[in-house]
């Protein structure tokens, strides 16, 4: 099993950016998906972006164009820019890997981070 650990967050004022990293280790992620995933309270976890192992990314509607997740094989690292930042973004935002990680599975069968607190407020 692969310990992941999450950084970066904070709080930000609307249309502000954040950075996101997710440490890996344990294991050897190079040729896993990672993705990352947020859950606002109260609400369901939802996927927001994955990488495959071959640095293929995809995103969900709400954060394409925002948000660029990029990773760090040499590292073992994962990271999410985020950009012009919106209130409903507030949530706690996880990374996860697997071998195969589909967004629209939040509760698939991977390993996750223990989550990093993103608040946008003004």
Known sequence: QVQLKESGGGSVQPHGSLKLSCAASGGVVKFYAMAWFRQAPGQEREGLAVIDGDGIATYTGSVQG?????????????????????????????????????????????????????????
């Open 66 to 122: 925002r948000f660029t997740i990029s990773r760090d094989d040499a590292k073992n690292t994962l990271s999410l820019q985020m950009s012009d930042l919106k209130p409903e973004d507030t949530a706690t935002y996880f990374c996860a890997t697997a071998p195969f990680i589909r967004l629209e599975w939040p509760s698939g069968n991977y390993d996750w981070g223990q989550g990093v607190n993103v608040t946008v407020t003004s």
